[in-house]
T-cell receptor, first 113, second 115 residues
């Protein structure tokens, strides 16, 4: 069974640009969550999608958005990039809600210059 | 509100020595507790989890953790570490509400195993 796949693995963007990251969950998993990981802040929850609906959102500005498609694949978009957006962005998928385990992808390393 | 405190940002330990990584949490409701490990340039992998029942939880790679409700702690232990255990370890508190999870991670503890 394939794991969670995130593309691309590495990305370099310029300030002011926008970026779209992709996450393909494990087959059968309907919940996808996104996290931002930085050395200073650790893992910060961005949002969770389930059945194409955003069910939970962290404390990030509106420049961070996401969506989920009918096949459960998810995309995350960051507009008007800032230097502080440089981070490892992790996607995690779960079968459904409750206490089920989240399986993480390898992440997308975004560098904003 | 819930929070997680990992008291040590870095823990150096010699190979084959025991190790304990500390995690304390705060929550006004019942929560589930997880430990994840992250190897360099990788995502997070679940080590173990406490949902209910026995307070001593055994996980992969010889790790175990004990849930202590009175001390609101969930410390991770291994009796003898190996070089391959060098990684960053994250404690996480999970609360469920309306079918979705609210997950809070600790800041992480970097375990450095010294040969």
């Amino acid at each position: 069974k394939a794991g969670v796949t995130q593309t691309p693995r590495y990305l370099i963007k310029t300030r002011g640009q926008q970026v779209t990251l992709s996450c393909s969950p494990i087959s059968g998993h309907r919940s996808v969550s996104w996290y931002q990981q930085t050395p200073g802040q650790g893992l910060q929850f961005l949002f969770e999608y389930f059945s194409e609906t955003q069910r939970n959102k962290g404390n990030f500005p509106g420049r961070f958005s996401g969506r989920q498609f009918s096949n459960s694949r998810s995309e995350m978009n960051v507009s008007t990039l800032e230097l502080g957006d440089s981070a490892l962005y992790l996607c995690a998928s779960r079968v459904t809600g409750g206490e089920t385990e989240a399986f993480f992808g390898q992440g997308t390393r975004l560098t904003v210059v | 509100a819930q929070s997680v405190t990992q008291l040590d940002s870095q823990v150096p330990v010699f190979e084959e020595a025991p190790v304990e990584l500390r995690c304390n949490y705060s929550s006004s409701v019942s929560v589930y507790l997880f430990w994840y490990v992250q190897y360099p340039n990788q995502g997070l992998q679940l080590l173990l989890k406490y949902l209910s029942g026995s307070t001593l939880v055994k996980g992969i790679n010889g790790f175990e953790a004990e849930f202590n409700k009175s001390q609101t702690s969930f410390h991770l232990r291994k009796p003898s570490v190996h070089i391959s255990d060098t990684a960053e370890y994250f404690c996480a508190v999970i609360r469920t509400s309306g079918g979705y999870q609210k997950v809070t991670f600790g800041i992480g503890t970097k375990l450095q195993v010294i040969p």
